[in-house]
């Protein structure tokens, strides 16, 4: 069972950056597609940024150029970058490991931005 466990959340000011972490357990990112993911109160959640095999990353626009996807193979850990942060950047961030038959989804962690 694939378990899926983020960390790096919380308070920022806006202008400010926080580095969020996915780490997996019972399963491999680079054998399926990495994403963060974030639902905001009251809206759907979206994808934020996914890293697929070969290193193809693809963000949302309204993060383009402000958040940056990575990983750490040997830790099987990804890795989420914001900088520029904005009030509407607020929302609980998931990850998430996407198989061809299968999704696996972690808590979340909280993010906030607010002066």
């Known amino acids: 069972q694939v378990q899926l466990v983020e960390s790096g959340g919380g308070l920022v000011q806006p202008g400010g950056s926080l580095r969020l972490s996915c780490t997996a357990s019972g399963g491999r990112f680079s054998d399926g597609v990495a994403g963060w993911y974030r639902q905001a109160p009251g809206k759907q959640r979206e994808l934020v940024a996914s890293?697929?095999?070969?290193?193809?990353?693809n963000y949302a626009g309204s993060v383009q150029g402000r958040f940056t996807i990575s990983g750490d193979s040997a830790k099987n850990t990804v890795f989420l970058e914001m900088n520029s942060l904005k009030p509407e950047d607020t929302a609980v961030y998931f990850c998430n490991l996407h198989f061809i038959l299968e999704d696996y989804w972690g808590r979340g962690t909280q993010v906030i931005v607010s002066p």
């Open positions: 890293f697929g095999s070969g290193g193809l990353t």
